[in-house]
């Protein structure tokens, strides 16, 4: 016993102790928007803020804009992607914002859930509230795949796996505080508990975690943004911070470092030509940025 907690005691210390490396961008591109979220397929990376802004940049030699929409979407909470469908999650809707989106979904009258999207034309494929085995009050964190949709379900304390044909649930993990933040790999995903100060790894398929580690609590904001990149790293970020945190697979601290002192917002992590990078988005006086970094 008194072995485990002094691992988790020098990895707490690690954490403060860390040495920071600012890092320029290879790349680096002003957007239109502000990049809140940060998503990416094997084709195309999203990058929306939380107002439904969206824009489609294609994963090519040449940075490129592909499409610039607007989604009839508010209060999002997070945005996924798969091959085919982008997910939006939103909460605390108030009267006016319902009867506003009632307008233009039938029958809408929800103050919390997901709409789901076709990716090849935006057109609306469908929206999850509630089942009789479920009932989304406060999904944040979401990921998703060709057949599940995984939701941090923060007011009930859980982690939800919803199969996406049947629209039941198929899986539930209760946590012991609130998972506020997600993001899947191919047998993993990874999520943060922000009342507990946890990250923790989980197995995609059985919904089990397999293991945790206690963050930093130096920020009042328990915002995060993480990706996960399977048996090789997990990245975490404070939205309050300057630094994006990498761990190790086994969740020891690699290194950490910063997009040039900025409070970078939204990240992702894509593969190009056989390369892995990181993707970053920052907020400056009057202009929005994206940049492009090694993952090593």
Do not use: W
Not at 101 to 108: A, D, K, M, T
Not at 225 to 243: G, Q, S, T
């Amino acid at each position: 016993m008194f072995g485990t907690l002094r691992i988790k005691l020098k990895r707490l210390v690690e954490q403060n102790d860390f040495k920071l490396i600012p890092k320029k961008p290879f790349e680096e591109h002003e957007i239109p928007i502000q990049p809140k979220f940060i998503k990416r397929n094997s084709k195309n990376i999203f990058i929306g803020d939380q107002d439904g802004n969206l824009i489609v940049i294609e994963l090519s030699k040449k940075f490129t804009i592909k499409s610039q929409i607007r989604l009839n979407v508010e209060n999002i909470r997070d945005i996924a992607v798969s091959k085919n469908l982008i997910a939006l999650s939103f909460v605390d809707l108030n009267q006016d914002q319902v009867e506003k989106l009632s307008r233009v979904y039938r029958n809408f009258d929800f103050r919390s859930g997901i709409f789901i999207y076709k990716i090849s034309d935006f057109s609306f494929d469908k929206l999850i509230s509630s089942s009789k085995s479920y009932k989304l009050s406060s999904p944040n964190g979401i990921g998703i795949n060709e057949n599940h949709l995984f939701i941090c379900e923060k007011e009930s304390h859980s982690l939800i796996k919803i199969d996406l044909k049947k629209l039941s649930l198929n899986n539930q993990l209760v946590t012991e505080g609130e998972p506020t933040s997600l993001d899947l790999g191919e047998k993993y995903l990874a999520y943060v508990d922000s009342q507990t100060m946890e990250i923790n790894v989980v197995d995609l398929d059985k919904l089990s975690r397999l293991r945790c580690l206690k963050i930093s609590q130096e920020f009042l904001n328990q915002s995060y943004d993480l990706v996960i990149r399977d048996k090789f790293y997990i990245a975490v970020k404070n939205r309050d911070d300057i630094r994006c945190v990498v761990y190790d697979f086994k969740l020891n601290i690699k290194y950490s470092f910063d997009y040039e002192n900025s409070n970078s917002q939204g990240i992702c992590n894509f593969q190009s030509n056989g390369n892995h990078y990181f993707l970053l988005g920052k907020k400056e006086i009057d202009k929005f940025k994206i940049g492009f970094f090694n993952d090593n």
